[in-house]
């Protein structure tokens, strides 16, 4: 039998109690072993709960305990999720999280510890939430060169891009209706700027070049000005506006940029709607390869941290290697990046073909007082001078 503690007693540290015994029979075959919880951490106390025996509040009881083979940490936060963890690890406690802000921060550090004790570290739920993407990009497709990576990695930003694309509604309002829905947090920052999506490509790019990338370092945009006015245009040209958290290699080495983008009905990630994720990889070898699926959720993420602790088991004293120095990588500069950009201005034609040359003039049903327009392909840097000659400038979003 292995014993576990769990730290964080919420959405996620009860999601795991309830895959666990919803699937027990299931996850002992798979493990080779029972699994059974014998502590869960957390400032609060819950009477009437099943799993209240097992509650404690001091941590030194779990790190203490030679009993306890796997610990998992779903408290969120860089602290004190970070003391405890590399704790735990050098202890010798295997260890699971769903904590992104960590993994970015710290998963270097805590891979390497692993390593030296011969144990595990291991974060499949904290990128997509149910959606299976490390264990792929740390196994199944590590014959290829993955030339790039593109996510939906927000089912909150997601839920509301696709409302306001479906009834035309305003941010403000979606925003609402979110957090009246449990998608977005009453703080929604880090969602809805795009934080929370950095992180994410930050992990994904690490795993794939094998070195540190700093999500601080990535140029990072949100959906807050993301208008209705936005979705017509977007309708009439015949796409979507998603956020997207991209990364693509190239001769000078990987660029990472997260940002509203106008997508066609060609591209992979037109269709994912709703709170759903997806993932674009593309490999020199495989090709094209998506992953879609729930990519938030108290069950969702839950069976990616209960698929670790399985993992962990059949693993038990041998480390799975992950390719992940604390060398940092270099990101090259997001402004050499090429696209194409929409428009909205109030200057006249003739001022805009004067600052962009040839233009696609773009016309959306009920939006006067304005125009849009679609440039050529070129580089952040090119339509940033370029877009120095205009003075009147609403709107711009990428284009793909």
């Known amino acids: 039998m292995i014993k576990i503690a769990i730290l964080g007693y919420g959405t996620i540290g009860s999601g795991v109690v309830e895959v666990l015994r919803t699937n027990q029979e299931s996850i002992a075959k798979r493990a080779g072993s029972e699994i059974q919880v014998k502590y869960i951490l957390d400032l609060r106390d819950f009477p009437g709960d099943p799993m209240e025996d097992k509650v404690i509040h001091d941590y030194d009881v779990i790190a203490n305990d030679p009993e306890v083979q796997v610990v998992v940490e779903a408290m969120g936060g860089v602290e004190p999720a970070y003391t405890f963890v590399k704790r735990a690890l050098l202890a010798g406690k295997n260890v699971t999280t769903s904590n992104k802000a960590l993994v970015a921060k710290h998963g270097a550090e805590l ?4 390593k030296e004790q011969s144990i595990n570290f291991m974060f499949e739920a904290s990128v997509g939430g149910g959606i ?3 264990r792929p990009l740390n ?15 927000n089912g909150t930003t997601n839920y ?3 409302k306001m694309t479906f009834e035309g509604s305003e941010f403000d309002d979606v925003l609402k209706d979110a957090q009246s829905r449990g998608y977005a ?14 992180r ?54 990987y660029c990472a940029i997260v940002a509203p983008f106008m997508l066609s009905q060609q591209h992979p990630l037109y269709s994912v709607n709703d709170v759903f994720n997806a993932i674009f990889v593309h490999g020199n070898v495989l090709g094209d390869a998506m992953f ?17 602790i399985v993992d962990i088991v059949k693993h038990l004293h041998k ?13 090259t500069d997001s402004k050499k990046a090429k696209s194409r950009f929409f428009v909205r201005t109030r200057n006249g034609a003739d001022t805009v073909t004067a600052a962009f040359g040839d233009v696609e003039w773009i016309e959306a049903p009920g939006v006067t007082g304005e125009m849009g327009f679609l440039t050529e392909m070129m580089s952040e840097e090119e339509y940033e001078k370029k877009a120095e000659g205009l003075q009147h400038i609403l709107q711009m979003i990428r284009v793909v």
């Open 111 to 114: 891979i390497a510890i692993a």
């Open 132 to 134: 299976p993407i490390i």
């Open 139 to 153: 196994s199944s497709l590590t014959a290829d060169e993955i030339e790039e990576i593109t996510g939906i990695l």
């Open 160 to 162: 509301m891009l696709s």
């Open 185 to 198: 947090e009453a703080d929604p920052t880090a969602d809805i700027e795009g934080y929370d999506a950095c």
């Open 200 to 253: 994410k490509i930050a992990i994904l790019t690490s795993l794939v070049c094998g070195q540190q990338v700093d999500f601080e370092e990535i140029y990072t945009e949100g959906i807050t000005k993301i208008t209705a006015t936005d979705i017509k245009y977007a309708k009439a040209m015949g796409r979507v506006i998603k956020l997207l958290a991209t990364s693509r290699k190239t001769a000078e080495g």
């Open 292 to 308: 879609y699926g729930s990519g938030a959720g108290k069950l969702p993420t839950a069976s990616a941290v209960v698929a670790d």
């Open 319 to 331: 480390n799975i290697l992950i390719s992940w120095s604390s060398k940092k990588m270099e990101l």
